[in-house]
């Protein structure tokens, strides 16, 4: 009980920090892409020490032997496919109350990276379900959402790229992105309570070993520094182009004209 | 310079407006202020900001940089005010293909308030459309087209008209029914902007005048 | 002028459109008259694998009508600019919402209620749990697809490849809806031992309460500068 306890404030605590990180950090990370370039390195390093001692170090599953091992990789990316993803809901928000235009460029960045990661973990989440069940693919509520997840972002880019006004693609796609955020729970209750009529699906939900806990942990702080580096590298793309995009505001001659 | 119209009732107060689309600013730092009565001629090129002042005047569309006041209203805090007492009338005519003449102005009418209703068989008339009054405007040309918009915006008895190359598609009769119209609403006491190529005729209607070069007010 | 009354003229007008052009209509009806042809051409032959997949083809169907309904109803206001003319009436863009949402919503329904009788022919299903029943639940998920349909077919009409883009915004949102809506379908059709019928309802009502709402508090950011 009490360690659920810690486990949430934990992930709050990164997800508000993520979310101010974001909004301080990008901007500078414009000017400075070696400090995004860090942040890549540094996620590689770790991502590769964590590969390593969830594929050698941890110990085998005790009902799935070797196989479950890619969840090392699947579950982390799903984690960090929904931190975007949620942050993403939160600079749309913002954006439509003020139109700040770091929202907007940390919206379109968030929703890619969240993309990735969601690509990630729904296709290592087929291949972990083949071996395992026998099929590539099972109706359980998370893949199901997670591939609901993933079409409907690819939507939001869509969309993005379809609208050429900037201040028009900025309202809209972040009038989308509101509705898509709510929609997910709700794809998440619909499909579980249409599943629970069916039949249940079993994941290992309870890691036991403390290599193992610790192999899951560190890769997800490895994916989050991977996450990190996409959203600031892709927020540094979006700003830059939106420089070329939007005309600085026009100088005033020196003699006016009144009617 | 002093400003002379200081502490006048306004019924334009266009302060520093500038609009931009993407990479293109359509206005820059224009000002602009006019009495109640007045009548303005807008003149420049295509493209040099005419449609954008008009659509920015009307809150069809928001400036993206300074304020814009009609009548004491501001547009960024009371739209409504606004284009209750404003109308258009532009490039585009508002109107839904497969409803009739009648059919439209009523639709207008309905939104306006109930005794908008009992103006619309006579605005019909004035404009020349009574004998098409139900046909569907699919089929009307596009001087007609013209001439229903027309009656759209006299159905609103606005305070303020913004007229977007009214003479536009008319044939000489045509355009001599609109001159007549746009001084009919002068003498009612309607602020006018009239934007034209036609300058001579602008000039007859219009008691002052403003010249926009590539959104930019253009020295006189 | 308030909103319900706005709304009520918008919904008129459109009603009146469609009534104007129900050449239109009727085209759109044999398109869903097709696509329900084709699903069964599609699966197998199996009669009774036809009859447990009825609601899902029928709600399909109605899916696919409805990005060409919705569509079209934001062609003909873009095409005069005839939503300007709307909200510079004044219309509160928040009755033009509700107007044309309510009045995407009444084509909906009526479309699938026509498709029944064919669903009825074509997939040899009976309406075990009787007919207002099934139309009251052929109502509920018509509205849960006009709600968020309306404003994204708003979107879509003003961006590029708005024909594709419109499917592309709307059926990923709509899955829950649609999943509720089939499901709720296919208990009213065959029968619903496990007395499910009620949750689902209720999910699908949730549905629109959230849909609506969103809507109707999102649109004018869409419509206005």
């Given at each position: 009980?009490?360690?659920?306890?810690?486990?949430?404030?934990?992930?709050?605590?990164?997800?508000?920090?993520?979310?101010?990180?974001?909004?301080?950090?990008?901007?500078?990370?414009v000017?400075?892409?070696?400090?995004?370039?860090?942040?890549?390195?540094?996620?590689?390093?770790?991502?590769?020490s964590?590969?390593?001692?969830?594929?050698?170090?941890?110990?085998?599953?005790?009902?799935?032997?070797?196989?479950?091992?890619?969840?090392?990789?699947h579950?982390?990316?799903?984690?960090?496919?929904?931190?975007?993803?949620?942050?993403?809901?939160?600079?749309?928000?913002?954006?439509?109350?003020?139109?700040?235009?770091?929202?907007?460029?940390?919206?379109?960045?968030?929703?890619?990276?969240?993309?990735?990661?969601?690509?990630?973990?729904?296709?290592?989440?087929?291949?972990?379900?083949?071996?395992?069940?026998?099929?590539?693919?099972?109706?359980?509520?998370?893949?199901?959402?997670?591939?609901?997840?993933?079409?409907?972002?690819?939507?939001?880019l869509?969309?993005?790229?379809?609208?050429?006004?900037?201040?028009?693609?900025?309202?809209?796609?972040?009038?989308?992105a509101?509705?898509?955020?709510?929609?997910l729970?709700?794809?998440?209750?619909?499909?579980?309570?249409?599943?629970?009529?069916?039949?249940?699906?079993?994941?290992?939900?309870?890691?036991?070993?403390?290599?193992?806990?610790?192999?899951?942990?560190?890769?997800?702080?490895?994916?989050?520094?991977?996450?990190?580096f996409?959203?600031?590298?892709?927020?540094?793309?979006?700003?830059?182009?939106r420089?070329?995009?939007?005309?600085?505001?026009?100088?005033?001659?020196?003699?006016?004209?009144?009617? | 310079?002093?400003?002379?119209?200081?502490?006048?009732?306004?019924?334009?107060?266009v302060?520093?407006?500038?609009?931009?689309?993407?990479?293109?600013?359509?206005?820059?730092?224009?000002?602009?202020?006019l009495?109640?009565?007045?009548?303005?001629?807008?003149?420049?090129?295509?493209?040099?900001?005419?449609?954008?002042?008009?659509?920015?005047?009307?809150?069809t569309?928001?400036?993206?940089?300074?304020?814009?006041?009609?009548?004491?209203?501001?547009?960024?805090?009371?739209?409504?005010?606004?284009r209750?007492?404003?109308?258009?009338?532009?490039?585009?005519?508002?109107?839904?293909?497969?409803?009739?003449?009648?059919q439209?102005?009523?639709?207008?009418?309905?939104?306006?308030?109930?005794?908008?209703?009992?103006?619309?068989?006579?605005?019909?008339?004035?404009?020349?459309?009574?004998a098409?009054?139900?046909?569907?405007?699919?089929?009307?040309?596009?001087?007609m087209?013209?001439r229903?918009?027309?009656?759209?915006?006299?159905?609103?008895?606005?305070?303020?008209?913004?007229?977007?190359?009214?003479?536009?598609?008319?044939?000489?009769?045509?355009?001599?029914?609109m001159?007549?119209?746009?001084?009919?609403l002068k003498?009612?006491?309607?602020?006018?902007?009239?934007?034209?190529?036609?300058?001579?005729?602008?000039?007859?209607?219009?008691?002052?005048?403003?010249?926009?070069?590539?959104?930019?007010?253009?020295?006189q | 002028?308030?909103i319900?009354?706005?709304?009520?003229?918008?919904?008129?007008?459109?009603?009146?459109?469609?009534?104007?052009?129900?050449?239109r209509?009727?085209?759109?009806?044999?398109?869903?008259?097709?696509?329900?042809?084709?699903?069964?051409?599609?699966?197998?032959?199996?009669?009774?694998?036809?009859?447990?997949?009825?609601?899902?083809?029928?709600?399909l169907?109605?899916?696919?009508?409805?990005?060409?309904?919705?569509?079209?109803?934001?062609?003909?206001?873009?095409?005069?600019?005839a939503?300007?003319?709307?909200?510079?009436?004044?219309?509160?863009?928040?009755?033009?919402?509700?107007?044309?949402?309510?009045?995407?919503?009444?084509?909906?329904?009526?479309?699938?209620?026509?498709?029944?009788?064919?669903?009825?022919?074509?997939?040899?299903?009976?309406?075990?749990?009787?007919?207002?029943?099934?139309?009251?639940?052929?109502?509920?998920?018509?509205?849960?697809?006009?709600?968020?349909?309306?404003?994204?077919?708003?979107?879509?009409?003003?961006?590029?490849?708005?024909?594709?883009?419109?499917?592309?915004?709307?059926?990923?949102?709509?899955?829950?809806?649609?999943?509720?809506?089939?499901?709720?379908?296919?208990?009213?059709?065959?029968?619903?031992?496990?007395?499910q019928?009620?949750?689902?309802?209720?999910?699908?009502?949730?549905?629109?309460?959230?849909?609506?709402?969103?809507?109707?508090a999102?649109?004018?950011?869409?419509?206005?500068?």
């Amino acid at each position: 009980m009490v360690t659920q306890i810690i486990i949430t404030v934990v992930v709050t605590a990164i997800w508000v920090g993520l979310l101010a990180f974001f909004y301080w950090g990008c901007e500078r990370g414009v000017e400075k892409p070696r400090l995004v370039g860090t942040f890549g390195i540094l996620g590689l390093l770790l991502a590769v020490s964590g590969e390593y001692y969830g594929l050698f170090v941890a110990p085998p599953e005790s009902a799935m032997g070797d196989v479950y091992r890619i969840f090392y990789v699947h579950v982390p990316a799903d984690w960090m496919a929904f931190m975007a993803l949620s942050l993403n809901f939160v600079f749309s928000v913002a954006f439509l109350f003020k139109k700040n235009w770091r929202m907007d460029s940390l919206a379109e960045a968030s929703a890619e990276a969240g993309l990735v990661f969601g690509i990630m973990g729904v296709c290592t989440g087929s291949i972990w379900a083949r071996p395992t069940w026998g099929t590539w693919w099972t109706w359980d509520p998370r893949l199901t959402t997670a591939a609901v997840l993933l079409i409907a972002y690819g939507g939001y880019l869509a969309l993005r790229r379809f609208v050429d006004d900037p201040e028009k693609r900025g309202v809209w796609s972040a009038v989308w992105a509101i509705f898509a955020a709510v929609d997910l729970p709700l794809v998440w209750f619909s499909v579980k309570f249409w599943r629970s009529i069916h039949q249940t699906q079993s994941t290992p939900e309870t890691i036991r070993d403390p290599r193992m806990q610790w192999s899951l942990r560190w890769n997800a702080f490895a994916f989050l520094f991977l996450l990190i580096f996409f959203v600031m590298s892709r927020y540094r793309i979006s700003r830059l182009a939106r420089e070329t995009e939007m005309a600085p505001p026009p100088e005033a001659l020196p003699v006016g004209g009144h009617a | 310079m002093p400003d002379p119209l200081e502490g006048a009732g306004l019924a334009v107060d266009v302060q520093d407006v500038s609009k931009r689309y993407g990479r293109r600013w359509a206005l820059a730092h224009v000002s602009l202020q006019l009495r109640p009565g007045d009548s303005l001629l807008l003149t420049g090129h295509n493209g040099s900001g005419k449609t954008t002042l008009l659509k920015v005047l009307s809150t069809t569309i928001a400036p993206s940089l300074g304020a814009v006041k009609v009548f004491g209203s501001d547009a960024k805090v009371d739209r409504e005010a606004i284009r209750r007492r404003v109308a258009l009338l532009s490039h585009a005519n508002y109107l839904y293909e497969d409803l009739s003449a009648e059919q439209n102005l009523r639709l207008l009418a309905r939104l306006l308030g109930d005794d908008a209703q009992a103006q619309v068989p006579t605005l019909l008339d004035k404009v020349g459309l009574k004998a098409r009054a139900a046909h569907a405007v699919r089929e009307f040309s596009a001087g007609m087209r013209k001439r229903l918009a027309v009656a759209r915006l006299l159905l609103k008895r606005p305070q303020l008209a913004l007229l977007d190359e009214p003479f536009g598609e008319l044939d000489p009769a045509g355009i001599a029914q609109m001159e007549g119209i746009i001084r009919d609403l002068k003498t009612g006491g309607t602020t006018l902007v009239l934007a034209t190529h036609l300058v001579e005729q602008g000039q007859a209607l219009c008691s002052r005048r403003l010249h926009l070069s590539e959104g930019r007010v253009a020295q006189q | 002028m308030n909103i319900l009354r706005g709304a009520w003229v918008i919904l008129a007008k459109d009603m009146l459109i469609e009534w104007r052009t129900r050449a239109r209509l009727n085209a759109l009806l044999f398109f869903s008259l097709a696509t329900l042809f084709l699903f069964s051409f599609a699966g197998s032959s199996d009669t009774s694998l036809l009859r447990q997949n009825a609601a899902g083809y029928l709600w399909l169907a109605v899916l696919f009508a409805s990005v060409l309904s919705m569509g079209e109803s934001f062609r003909i206001e873009s095409e005069n600019s005839a939503l300007d003319g709307l909200r510079l009436a004044p219309a509160d863009p928040r009755s033009i919402y509700l107007g044309k949402a309510w009045g995407n919503a009444i084509l909906l329904w009526t479309l699938a209620v026509v498709l029944v009788p064919f669903m009825i022919v074509l997939y040899d299903v009976s309406l075990t749990m009787g007919l207002p029943r099934l139309l009251g639940t052929l109502a509920l998920g018509a509205l849960a697809i006009s709600a968020p349909g309306t404003i994204h077919a708003s979107i879509a009409s003003n961006a590029r490849a708005r024909d594709v883009l419109l499917p592309v915004l709307l059926f990923p949102l709509l899955v829950p809806a649609l999943l509720s809506a089939v499901r709720a379908t296919a208990l009213v059709i065959e029968g619903d031992p496990m007395d499910q019928l009620t949750s689902w309802v209720r999910l699908l009502i949730v549905f629109n309460v959230i849909y609506w709402g969103l809507g109707f508090a999102l649109f004018p950011r869409v419509i206005e500068d």
